[in-house]
């Protein structure tokens, strides 16, 4: 058995079996995690049927409870997301909107749930919005609270314009950036799980406060 275990998000607009860009970069993140004794899982949130809305379940076949539930098993927790008109997708922006669900709730010792999960984030697209898809994924899953490690990112993206994307533009190969984002963002994401499995974030000062804002909304 794998030492920790990954949840890879793929928030392409993509369904399965569809290729997608982002997949494949994932997939050569999860060829370093499973050298690194980490196993992974790759899903599409958009193979769900996922309404939108800021609880973690909005009963009526909403399949969100689905993810959730793997989310909170996870050790790390890695989204990975297409970039149109400069940045993220709409779906990675859902599942963070339904991510906003897990303040009303705690772990077992009265922090958010997300506490102690460790996350990181892939992009890919053309032309611009890496660092802003990035970045604002980034905090959200930090205010979420995961913990986020130096280089917690990985990019790649192409010229401007149409044109091709990460498979068809050998983008793994051409880009030695994208190579070594890529091992530092596997190698920091398994270190920090590591102490956080063996040294949690105690629950003194950051446990949930008896006041709530709207429907759970978290600290601000």
Same mark, same amino acid.
């Given at each position: ?64 409870? +689905? ?6 098993? =996870? !050790?790390?927790?890695? #989204? %990975?997301? *297409? ?60 205010? +979420? ?6 280089? =917690? !990112?990985?990019?790649? #993206? %192409?010229? *401007? ?60």
């Amino acid at each position: 058995m794998a030492e920790l275990n990954a949840l890879m998000l793929n928030c392409t607009l993509k369904k399965s079996p569809e290729v997608s860009n982002t997949e494949a970069l994932l997939g050569r993140v999860a060829e370093i995690l499973h050298d690194l004794d980490c196993a992974t899982e790759k899903l599409r949130p958009v193979d769900y049927d996922i309404p939108f809305g800021v609880e973690s379940d909005l009963g009526n076949g909403d399949e969100w409870p +689905l993810i959730l539930e793997k989310i909170l098993a =996870a !050790d790390i927790l890695i #989204v %990975g997301t *297409s970039i149109w008109f400069g940045v993220r997708s709409s779906v990675c922006q859902l599942v963070i909107e339904r991510l906003d669900g897990t303040y009303s709730s705690t772990n077992e010792v009265g922090q958010y749930p997300l506490y102690n999960t460790v996350g990181g984030t892939v992009v890919t697209g053309n032309e611009d919005g890496a660092h802003d898809a990035a970045g604002t994924t980034l905090f959200n899953l930090g205010h +979420l609270g995961c913990t986020v490690p130096p280089n =917690a !990112d990985c990019y790649w #993206v %192409g010229d *401007s314009g149409p044109g091709p994307s990460f498979i068809e533009a050998d983008g793994w190969n051409q880009s030695a950036y994208t190579r070594k984002t890529a091992g530092w963002m596997a190698h920091n994401v398994v270190h920090l799980a590591r102490m956080l499995r063996d040294r949690p974030i105690p629950p003194e000062g950051n446990t949930v406060p008896d006041w709530q804002g709207p429907k759970g909304e978290g600290p601000s």
